[in-house]
């Protein structure tokens, strides 16, 4: 959910305050290749086609998926497919950054995903505490729209959607971003161009990051 929607009148205007906030050129590029892509959802035979290419990511990655419905994102071997494709883009992103434990653990050990129903098995399978888990989700909000942008697909809406431009103009804003795109860089998720990698991590979780009992 967008916290300050931003009118389609001023959406250049305020990716342009963004792109000037950033010092850093890496960041700079990586912006202008979200930007380049559309701000609005697809629709109808589009939409489907886009979702058939997030699902054959998917399973390039060996992520089975689930026959609908299904009532959890992720049940630590089976993707729920019917969704939208930034979803499932994001869910791919997920699988890339888990823990090798993690990545085969309900919802990823993260809590109840966006389409899960059965909220009370995904809830009970989270083991990441809320500090690393806030930095894996922002590190996953950023990687699945990297995908969107090498599949052409809107990844912009999916920028706004999770809240990227909030706070434009300030240091905050431009410092979480940069951070978040080395943090991917540096661990081999993204290329020196921007574009997204197939590694997959193979770090465990440390004793810190994990829920306490």
Known sequence: MILTPIPSERLSEVI???RDSLTDDFARRVLDAIAGTSADRAEGAIAERHRQQALTLARDFDMSVAPAPASLSW???RLNGDTEAFVLTHEVAHFQLASPTRRHTIDFGLGAGPDTT???AADGAAVLASIAGDREEAM??????????ALGQPALASFLDQNWLEGVGTPAAAG????????????GFVTDEGAPTRRLSQEPDAG??????
């Not at 979480?176 to 661990?187: A, E, I, K, N, W």
């Open 16 to 18: 342009r305050q963004f």
């Open 75 to 77: 049940d630590g071997r």
């Open 118 to 120: 059965d909220r009370t």
């Open 140 to 149: 996953v909000s950023l990687l699945g729209i990297l995908w969107e942008v």
């Open 176 to 187: 979480h971003f940069t951070q978040v795109l080395h943090r991917l860089h540096d661990g």
């Open 208 to 213: 810190p990051e994990l829920r306490a009992g």
